[in-house]
C-alpha cells in the first residue's frame, strides 16, 4: 500500500501564495506519477498539475503560470508552489500517486486551500 498525507493548506488573502506537500510512504516503488488535484463544492475533481518520475510536468490551463510542482525524491515528497491565488482556487487539494505494475491508484486525504480576503 501507498500512503499519502497532504499539508500545507489554509486561509490566504486573494494574490498571496501557498505551497503544499505530499508526503508518500509505504510501497513507493513504481510510482510512474503523482499528481495534484482540486475539488470545489459542487464541482468534480479536477487536474491541477502532475509530475512523472523523469521529470516531465502538466499543468491545468487555470492554474498555468502561477504553480509549479516539484518533487524531492529523497524526501519521497511532491510539492505544489501556488502563487497569485483567486478565490476560484478555493478547494481541498488532493495528491494522486499511481503505479502501473502491480498497480495502485492512491490519494492522499487533502488539504483545504480557502483564497479570501
Known amino acids: 500500500q501507498v500512503q499519502l498525507v497532504e499539508s500545507g493548506g489554509g486561509l490566504v488573502q486573494p494574490g498571496g501564495s501557498l505551497r503544499l506537500s505530499c508526503a508518500a510512504s509505504?510501497?513507493?516503488?513504481?510510482?510512474?506519477?503523482m499528481s495534484w488535484y482540486r475539488q470545489a463544492p459542487g464541482k468534480q475533481r479536477e487536474l491541477v498539475a502532475a509530475i512523472t518520475s523523469g521529470g516531465s510536468t502538466i499543468y491545468a490551463d487555470s492554474v498555468k503560470g502561477r504553480v509549479t510542482v516539484s518533487r524531492d525524491n529523497a524526501k519521497n515528497t511532491v510539492y505544489l508552489q501556488m502563487n497569485g491565488l483567486k478565490p476560484e482556487d478555493t478547494a481541498v487539494y488532493y495528491c494522486?500517486?499511481?503505479?502501473?505494475?502491480?498497480?495502485?491508484?492512491?490519494w492522499g486525504q487533502g488539504t483545504q486551500v480557502t483564497v479570501s480576503a
Open positions: 494522486n500517486a499511481h503505479r502501473p505494475l502491480p498497480g495502485g491508484d492512491y
Open positions: 509505504g510501497s513507493i516503488f513504481s510510482i510512474n506519477v
